[in-house]
Every structure is written in structure tokens, then in C-alpha cells.
């Protein structure tokens, strides 16, 4: 089957800890991107990839990090410096530029406390 | 700035209804408009596109129409179903790239 996986589905830190969210696709589609959805708002762009080896900061990148060092891969990493990290955090990839519809993962909860 | 409104208040129509979604935005000239479709604790799923030049697309029970001029799209589901109950989620282009700028979503509710 292919699609796009994230994992966990449930995470929870403490305070000042650094945590790495996982994505995942087999799609072979060359865009990938992480947004950031709170209860009763939008969903919010933290970072994209259109390609390996490249990344650009979306509309709330502060306090988050991101790689692309394989196509199937872009994990995100909320640090210690995101302000309020606790949210629901979805990955979605796309065949490239273009007016292509993304397929999203099934999302990471992160609580921290 | 750009701005996508949708409304927050959740839609509550009987099974068999038509349902009409509605997305609004302001200070934008999208080349195309997405909708997608969000159960709770899920991702989203796409469901349409529609581009500037294209007045009306339909999909099965789903219809959406895009209306430069007022800067609005409706979303239709004909002959709703309980199982039609979800978000559904207007998302436009930004500076006609693939980068997207998501509303907040209206929910749906069908009655049987």
C-alpha cells in the first residue's frame, strides 16, 4: 500500500526536551511538508522540501527543525524553543510543484508538560 | 493580508439534504482551490480541485464552484449521508505556488 506514515501517533514530553517527529511516504512524490493544526484553527506551515537536500521555512518555522536527506524521509524536530509546542502535527507530501492535491499522514499528538 | 474564512459554526442538516459549504477569501487571487475532508484525530483527505477558469467541478455526490468575482467557493454534497458528517477544509494556493493556505474548517453534521 502506499501512503504516508507518521509515528508516533501519541507523544508526550516534558518541558525543554527536544522531540523528533516521524514522516514517512512511499509515493516517490517529491514535496514534502509539515504543518501545525490547533483546535478551531487552520492548518499552519511550519516547513516544506521540494526536493532531497533542500528545505525552505514556512509561516511558523521558529522553534522547529527539519531534514531531507532521503526522498521517503522528512522528520520534524520540535525543540526546546517552540514557545507551545502541544499540538496536533500533520505531514503531507505532493508529486512536486503544480496544482497537485497533498496526502496527508494520520498525524502525531504532542503533548508537553 | 490573505485570508480564508469559513464558517466555525457547525453545519446540522437531515440525511438526504443538500449540504453547502461556503469558503470566502480576501486580498488573494488563487489559481486553483482544493477541498479536503478531516475526521476527527485524522488527517486530511483530498477531495476536489477546482482552477480560476473552471466554474463548477463535480465528483460523484460532490460539487464545488469557485466565483472569482466574489471571491467564494461553495461546497455541495448531494443526497447527504450520516457518513458525510466530518470537517471539511477549503485550502487555496498562495502566490501560485503549491504551497497552500488551509481555512479553518467547517464541521458537518448529517442526521439520520
Known amino acids: 500500500d502506499g501512503g504516508i506514515t507518521q509515528s508516533p501517533k501519541y507523544l508526550f514530553r516534558k518541558e525543554g526536551q527536544n522531540v523528533t517527529l516521524s514522516c514517512e511516504q512511499n509515493?516517490?512524490?517529491?514535496?514534502m511538508y509539515w504543518y501545525r493544526q490547533d483546535p478551531g484553527q487552520g492548518l499552519r506551515l511550519i516547513y516544506y522540501?521540494?526536493?532531497?537536500?533542500?528545505?525552505q521555512k514556512g509561516d511558523i518555522a521558529e522553534g522547529y527543525s527539519v531534514s531531507r536527506e532521503k526522498k521517503e524521509s522528512f522528520p520534524l524536530t520540535v525543540t526546546s524553543a517552540q514557545k507551545n509546542p502541544t499540538a496536533f502535527y500533520l505531514c503531507?507530501?505532493?508529486?512536486?510543484?503544480?496544482?497537485?492535491?497533498?496526502?496527508f499522514g494520520p498525524g502525531t499528538r504532542l503533548t508537553v508538560t | 493580508s490573505q485570508k480564508i474564512e469559513q464558517n466555525s459554526e457547525a453545519l446540522n442538516i437531515q440525511e438526504g439534504k443538500t449540504a453547502t459549504l461556503t469558503c470566502n477569501y480576501t486580498?488573494?487571487?488563487?489559481?486553483?482551490l482544493q477541498w479536503y475532508r478531516q475526521d476527527p484525530g485524522r488527517g486530511p483527505v483530498f477531495l476536489l480541485l477546482?482552477?480560476?477558469?473552471?466554474k463548477e467541478k463535480r465528483k460523484e455526490r460532490l460539487k464545488v464552484t469557485f466565483d472569482t468575482t466574489l471571491k467564494q467557493s461553495l461546497f455541495h454534497i448531494t443526497a447527504s449521508q450520516p457518513a458525510d458528517s466530518a470537517t471539511y477544509l477549503c485550502?487555496?494556493?498562495?502566490?501560485?505556488?503549491?504551497?497552500?493556505?488551509f481555512g479553518s474548517g467547517t464541521r458537518l453534521l448529517v442526521r439520520p
Open positions: 503531507a507530501s505532493s508529486i512536486g510543484q503544480g496544482t497537485y492535491e497533498q496526502y
Open positions: 509515493l516517490n512524490h517529491d514535496a
Open positions: 522540501s521540494q526536493i532531497v537536500n533542500d528545505f
Open positions: 486580498n488573494y487571487s488563487p489559481a486553483y
Open positions: 477546482i482552477r480560476e477558469n473552471e
Open positions: 485550502a487555496l494556493d498562495r502566490d501560485s505556488s503549491y504551497k497552500l493556505i
